[in-house]
């Protein structure tokens, strides 16, 4: 909810909590998923498939910051670095003072919803410990909606010298949740809160365990330059049930074996009076990917992911008041599998990856691509409080193992270009501000949809024939009205058409924007309401804009409040204030509808030893 809070960023989700929910930056559409890449300290959580990254699987309480970063990022990131990059950043105990902390939390909300944890950290001079425990249940809005998770997260870190440095860490996550489903235009809109709570498939669900490992070495001070070196393992099994599902159904189940190495190197200089930064990177990543169907093991569908990559960037200071910065990658990506031939399908109402019931033959299939980009922008700075910027990147994603499945047989990358102008302009410690316009066209972009050319219903994964376009703006405005007192708002508006048809992309509101107050008072006081506003978009199997019911704008409000009484914070919150009926999804006017107004409160504890 914090991210979708941002200009031109919305919030997607089928189920109503942080499971199976992703982030859309700049209208991506229904493969948001895909071209909108989510980071935990700087790697990838994205699956290789086309689910969403698992937000659920973040211990919130370990979030120290989150960074939103839109627009093209490939030569930093890669793959998919297309709408933008969400970095989320985690606490680190070596970040903090020397000492102890202890904390403890627990909430209780809406739907039996229960959210506890207990973590601490300790710092030496040499040495750093961090770790947290959290369990979260909750029944959800609608039925078979519930959700059980159970997070541990953990990281040491050894710095006995100022150009050496190492950190282990990992997490162990844990779930269980169900999938409630759509329900019909007329339970949406016309029905009671009852129809829309309902569920036709009581049985949909799943279960996920995923395990992360991550090993970070750092060489190097600002005389030498600084290099990172990070090994990270994951593995992640998820048995799931779908589609009219019965307790005697067998559970279909994805398995994901993930093992990357990420080397970056960074050295600032000076050189005829100038500042300058120069980066040198390498990542590579193999990733097995399986997904059994349980009712025909000879028809598991098989992938294995191998990229690799090198980058280099440049920071070079013309003047005092002037900034050009200029980099490249060179990308190459190669898949091996199984994938099924495109037949005839029937639709099931479900966003990707399970949106249809097919009957299909298996073959074997090899494909690789090498891909490259580059990106070139221009900082003018007149003043400490202002910045002036023009940028253009390029950006690709390749196809993943769900998009080959059911695929053209000649699908392939897309790429595009992109450009950026706008302004950041500061008024003292009182006012900040920031306006950019953009624009975008996608070569082969990737769609999820119906074949247009078949009588019948047919599923095919393909590139568009035609450009894609996205142009718009976004805007921020933050207002410290006193030092108690502080307003931010934002708009964003994104016109995402095909090139040629000049239909919209589904899914893609024209219009987002947000207006939020924080408020201290009687020195231990604090609330906090804020809004967030969703213009009207085109159902997403709707690619010519003339054939289902365009989903509702919606605005929500939320509000907390909270008390500081020495180590302990009492809190106190409502979200969706007004009690708005809305769904973030819909396929072929079947809506998933999101929760409606919903309380709760709780407590934090922290000790500083």
């Not at 030498?224 to 589609?243: K, M």
């Not at 967030?532 to 365009?550: C, L, M, P």
């Amino acid at each position: 909810d914090i991210i979708a809070r941002e200009a031109n960023v919305q919030l997607r989700g089928i189920v109503g909590n942080d499971r199976l929910s992703g982030v859309d930056v700049r209208g991506q559409g229904d493969t948001y998923n895909s071209n909108v890449l989510v980071l935990v300290d700087g790697i990838r959580i994205n699956p290789a498939d086309q689910a969403p990254p698992d937000f659920s699987s973040i211990p919130l309480d370990q979030i120290e910051r989150i960074e939103v970063v839109r627009g093209a990022n490939s030569v930093r990131y890669g793959n998919g670095a297309v709408g933008g990059v969400i970095n989320i950043i985690t606490r680190r105990a070596s970040n903090a003072a020397a000492g102890t902390t202890l904390n403890a939390r627990a909430r209780a909300g809406s739907y039996n919803t229960v959210d506890t944890g207990v973590g601490g950290s300790w710092v030496g001079e040499q040495w750093s410990f961090i770790a947290d425990a959290g369990y979260f249940d909750s029944d959800g809005y609608r039925d078979n909606s519930q959700l059980e998770k159970k997070d541990l997260a953990l990281r040491i870190g050894y710095d006995p010298l100022d150009w050496f440095g190492l950190a282990f860490g990992g997490v162990r996550h844990r779930d269980e949740y169900g999938l409630p489903g759509p329900v019909s235009a007329e339970a949406f809109y016309d029905g009671t809160d009852a129809d829309r709570r309902a569920s036709k498939f009581p049985f949909d669900g799943g279960s996920t365990q995923d395990d992360r490992l991550r090993l970070d070495l750092i060489l190097g001070n600002d005389a030498t330059g600084e290099l990172l070196l990070s090994l990270q393992a994951r593995e992640r099994v998820n048995p799931f049930r779908l589609g009219l599902a019965s307790p005697d159904t067998l559970e279909d189940t994805i398995t994901e074996e993930r093992d990357a190495v990420d080397a970056k190197y960074q050295k600032n200089l000076s050189w005829l009076d100038r500042d300058h930064s120069f980066y040198l990177g390498y990542d590579a990543a193999t990733t097995d990917y399986a997904r059994e169907d349980a009712d025909n093991p000879a028809g598991t569908k098989r992938g294995f992911i191998r990229q690799q990559a090198w980058f280099t960037a440049l920071d070079i200071g013309l003047a005092d008041t002037l900034n050009f910065s200029t980099g490249y990658r060179q990308d190459s990506f190669r898949i091996k599998g199984q994938t099924k031939e495109v037949v005839t399908c029937v639709p099931l109402p479900f966003p990707p990856p399970f949106d249809q019931d097919c009957t299909a033959t298996q073959v074997e299939q090899s494909q690789g691509w090498h891909n490259s980009a580059a990106e070139a922008g221009l900082v003018y700075s007149p003043s400490d409080n202002s910045n002036w910027f023009v940028s253009f990147a390029q950006s690709f994603r390749n196809p993943n193992v769900d998009d080959l499945i059911l695929a053209d047989g000649d699908l392939g990358p897309q790429t595009a270009n992109h450009w950026d102008i706008g302004v950041r302009q500061f008024w003292g410690s009182v006012v900040e501000f920031s306006f950019a316009l953009f624009y975008s066209k996608t070569k082969n972009e990737i769609l999820l949809s119906m074949d247009p050319t078949s009588l019948v219903p047919t599923m095919v994964n393909r590139n568009a024939d035609e450009p894609t376009k996205r142009k718009g703006f976004e805007s921020d405005v933050r207002w410290y009205a006193t030092d108690d007192l502080s307003f931010n708002a934002n708009v964003g508006y994104t016109n995402a058409r095909f090139a040629e048809s000049d239909t919209y992309i589904p899914l893609v509101p024209k219009w987002t924007g947000g207006l939020g107050v924080q408020w201290s008072f009687l020195s231990d006081w604090a609330v906090n309401v804020s809004s967030t506003y969703v213009g009207s978009r085109f159902d997403g199997n709707d690619f010519n804009n003339t054939t289902y019911r365009k989903l509702s704008e919606y605005q929500i409000i939320d509000m907390k409040l909270s008390y500081q009484w020495a180590a302990l914070q009492f809190y106190a919150g409502i979200d969706n204030l007004t009690n708005e009926v809305y769904a973030a999804s819909a396929y072929s006017e079947q809506y998933y509808p999101m929760p409606d107004r919903n309380y709760y409160a709780g407590v934090t504890y922290t000790l500083n030893l």
